[in-house]
Nanobody
Framework: QLQLVESGGGSAQPGGSLRLSCVAS????????MGWFRQAPGKGPEAVSC????????DYADSVKGRFTISRDNAKHTAYLQMDDLKVEDTGTYYC?????????????RGQGTQVTVSS
């Protein structure tokens, strides 16, 4: 079983940056596609990004394409989401998931979430 713990959330101004981390334990992260989804207050979940086991395939939601970068370091059992040029609409709780299946919002394991607030 895969346990996931996110960190790195917080507050930022529009145009700012945050980097989320997701540390995995209980199973070998390198065997899973890893991803992120988010949920804004009062809205449904939105798949954000998914990275394949070897990092060769990257999927991004249109809303974050060109601003967010997903990556992974299998040796550190960690996946990352670098968020640049943040917008108010990026506000929400961000969840690390595995294994992701593209942007399908299907997964077996999920972290507890980390809050991201973007406001001026």
């Amino acid at each position: 079983q895969l346990q996931l713990v996110e960190s790195g959330g917080g507050s930022a101004q529009p145009g700012g940056s945050l980097r989320l981390s997701c540390v995995a334990s209980g199973a070998t992260l390198e065997y899973f596609n890893m991803g992120w989804f988010r949920q804004a207050p009062g809205k449904g979940p939105e798949a954000v990004s998914c990275i394949s086991i070897n990092g060769g395939r990257l999927d991004y939601a249109d809303s974050v394409k060109g601003r967010f970068t997903i990556s992974r370091d299998n040796a550190k059992h960690t996946a990352y989401l670098q968020m640049d040029d943040l917008k108010v609409e990026d506000t929400g709780t961000y969840y690390c998931i595995g294994p992701c299946r593209g942007l399908s919002l299907q997964y077996d394991y999920r972290g507890q979430g980390t809050q991201v607030t973007v406001s001026s």
